[in-house]
């Protein structure tokens, strides 16, 4: 880890260390701008700061404005490769179906395409965080896929996840990006979400107005960005089930959780902070986790409403 001193920081204050989506959010944009510099330019770092709105992100490394950032993320997001969100389309009569997931084979085809080739590592990289083409399902030959799929596996109209993230990316423009990074975050997109978000567990009970008359609004930026940080939290197989970066099972409940650092760290000293076994022991070895430079960690349990959807439930911080 780097203890630079460079005093030049841009904070990222609309992102809540605290909430899945808002880390996730920072995870992907950090994500994004290290492929944009391994063409030799600076090196951009991230930390987490405490101030009195809760843990912020901030960048060290990027030469810009809060305008200068929030157009290079515009443009990040618009060049992301797109081709991994469509990788499960299949014509059903006249229409395209994308659920998720869906037949292990064309999943392990395009794995396969993407091996090895170095200009498609960030499209192999998200497969690797989508799931695994190894021990398919054995009722619907379906590939096992990642613990943050939190939506339906097809809708109606038969789309899922990564249909979701395609039309959310799609809709995602420079003022949502600002609004997400440096804005106290006011919900009023339109649109499909990710459902990462604890505040989008509106069970009925839990609302004031019947929610088939009103709907709470998403926050696109946030969640664009947070799709990108799949490419840091890949599953691996654990004996015959996938196991999703970050996730846990105690006593048959599901468990995401996540680090808060404070020296400033690369993408690839992310990722690894990301996968460490540490944060997910209780309890925490305080002392080796602050040697490590983390200086927190929340965790957010996985909780579904119903038979379609999950979503995290608000996080806390871990003794």
């Not at 330019?41 to 709105?53: F, G, H, L, N, P």
């Not at 107005?209 to 799709?227: E, K, V, Y």
């Not at 999703?244 to 650092?261: E, L």
Request: overall charge neutral; glycine content about 8%.
């Amino acid at each position: 880890m780097s203890q630079n001193n460079d005093d030049r920081r841009l904070p990222l204050r609309g992102l809540d260390g605290a909430n899945p989506l808002g880390f996730l959010a920072a995870v992907g944009t950090l994500t994004l701008l290290d492929a944009r510099t391994n063409d030799g330019k600076r090196i951009v770092r991230m930390r987490w700061e405490e101030t009195a709105q809760g843990w912020r992100p901030s960048l060290q490394g990027f030469d810009g404005s809060e305008s200068d950032l929030c157009d290079v993320m515009e443009k990040l997001l618009k060049d992301a490769p797109v081709a991994s969100l469509q990788v499960g389309g299949l014509a059903e009569g006249k229409k395209i179906s994308n659920k998720f997931p869906f037949a292990a084979g064309r999943f392990r085809d395009a794995l396969t395409e993407r091996a090895g080739d170095q200009t498609a590592r960030l499209e192999a990289d998200l497969l690797a965080g989508l799931g695994s083409d190894l021990y398919p399902d054995p009722k619907s030959g379906d590939f096992q896929c990642t613990a943050f799929k939190m939506v339906r596996s097809g809708d109606s109209s038969g789309q899922g996840l990564l249909h979701y993230a395609k039309v959310i990316q799609e809709g995602c423009d420079r003022l949502a990006l600002e609004r997400t990074l440096f804005r106290p975050w006011d919900y009023r997109d339109e649109g499909y979400s990710l459902r990462w978000d604890p505040i989008e567990n509106q069970s009925y009970a839990l609302r004031w107005r019947n929610p088939s008359t009103s709907r709470l609004g998403t926050m696109a930026g946030a969640n664009s960005l947070a799709f990108e940080a799949l490419r840091c939290l890949p599953c691996a197989l654990v004996e015959s089930k996938v196991q999703t970066t970050g996730f846990q099972d105690i006593d048959g409940r599901k468990y995401f959780a996540w680090p808060i650092w404070t020296t400033w760290v690369t993408a690839v000293t992310m990722r690894s902070l990301l996968a460490l076994r540490e944060i997910r022991r209780t309890p925490l070895d305080r002392r080796a986790l602050v040697a490590r430079g983390i200086r927190e960690v929340f965790s957010a349990e996985v909780i579904r409403p119903n038979q379609y959807y999950s979503n995290f439930a608000p996080a806390q911080p871990l003794d």
